[in-house]
């Protein structure tokens, strides 16, 4: 149990253009989803939190506007970069947090996207 | 604010040597968690244990074991006769009662293991 998918897992696109990540919980709801930013060799960043049926709340220093997150349902979040730049590059991650929505659920992460912006 | 520190960057065992990967944290809440995960080289994040603030018990799965000290703060992970598919970044990680949604994941170490 606890399967986190993330589509698609390797993106490359033209500067400029927008890109949709999608990140699913494929065994269990989950009202809670995150969306990590992780540089090579660095640890994982936080971007965004998202919970289902309200707006994302975002770290500070992220762009809103930039990282737009969706959270349609229980099973599925989306993060669509928008206006993508060469500086946008990174290995996108995002987690799903199981049990009841508590705080100190334990997250279950998705295999990662790897966005190349040429 | 939680903080968590790595400051092993990188190590590089023989197999079937035994390793220990230290994670030392700061927090000011009594109730948290930590966490253990391996990435290997796939990208993927492997869960790996979760404990809370109130159990120093040490647990022992296989060749891993998890060593919570709270008068240390610290949460170390040993693997023990290491073998070649335990190479990856391994990342200790807090998350805060209070501090909904917050997970802080320390720098992460490179466990290199040659055959």
Same mark, same amino acid.
């Given at each position: 149990g606890a399967v986190v998918s993330q589509h698609p897992s390797r993106v490359i696109c033209k500067s400029g253009t927008s890109v949709k990540i999608e990140c699913r919980s494929l065994d269990f709801q989950a009202t809670t989803m995150f969306w990590y930013r992780q540089f090579p060799k660095k640890s994982l960043m936080l971007m965004a939190t998202s919970n289902e049926g309200s707006k994302a709340t975002y770290e500070q220093g992220v762009e809103k506007d930039k990282f737009l997150i969706n959270h349609?349902?229980?099973t599925l979040s989306t993060l669509t970069v928008t206006s993508a730049h060469p500086e946008d590059s990174s290995f996108y991650i995002c987690s799903a947090r199981m049990g009841r929505g508590r705080s100190t659920d334990t997250q279950y992460f998705g295999p990662g996207t790897r966005l190349t912006v040429l | 604010a939680q903080k968590v520190t790595q400051a092993q960057t990188e190590i590089s065992v023989v197999e079937k040597e035994d390793v220990t990967l230290d994670c030392v944290y700061e927090t000011r809440d009594t109730t948290y968690y930590l966490f253990w995960y391996k990435q290997p080289p796939s990208g993927e994040l492997v869960f790996l244990i979760r404990r809370n603030s109130f159990d120093e018990q040490n647990e022992i799965s296989g060749r891993y074991s998890w060593n919570f000290q709270k008068s240390t703060s610290s949460f170390n992970f040993t693997i023990t006769a290491?073998? =070649? =598919?335990?190479s990856a970044v391994y990342f200790c990680a807090l998350s805060e009662a209070? %501090? %909904? %949604?917050d997970m802080r994941f320390g720098a992460g170490t490179r466990l290199t293991v040659k055959p």
């Open positions: 349609a349902s229980l | 290491s073998q =070649v =598919v335990d209070y %501090n %909904n %949604n």
